[in-house]
């Protein structure tokens, strides 16, 4: 059980310390934005701002639940292209 301890705290040590993303202006997402046919909701505009902020200031680990049908796709899918690249 130490062992697994020490390795979480090398784990998330190292993510912390390693650079973020940057989200802003990218072409996937400006792509992304321009597909989705719906107007977003203020709810999900904090989302799409939050996953942005979390990007760009290190690695992170985001679950991102919701009903099928509303858009769920449009945050996750611009962030996995950026990370993917």
Do not use: N, W
């Not at 990218?26 to 792509?31: D, L, M, N, S, Y």
Request: proline residues 6%.
């Amino acid at each position: 059980m130490r062992g697994d301890r020490r390795q979480l705290i090398r784990l998330y040590s190292a993510r912390i310390a390693s650079p973020g993303y940057a989200y802003a202006g990218h072409a996937v997402e400006r792509e992304s934005e321009d597909a989705f046919p719906y107007i977003e909701t203020p709810d999900q505009l904090a989302a799409i701002d939050e996953i942005k902020r979390d990007m760009e200031s290190a690695p992170m680990d985001r679950l991102i639940c919701g009903d099928v049908g509303y858009g769920i796709d449009r945050y996750a899918y611009p962030g996995d292209a950026i990370l993917a690249e």
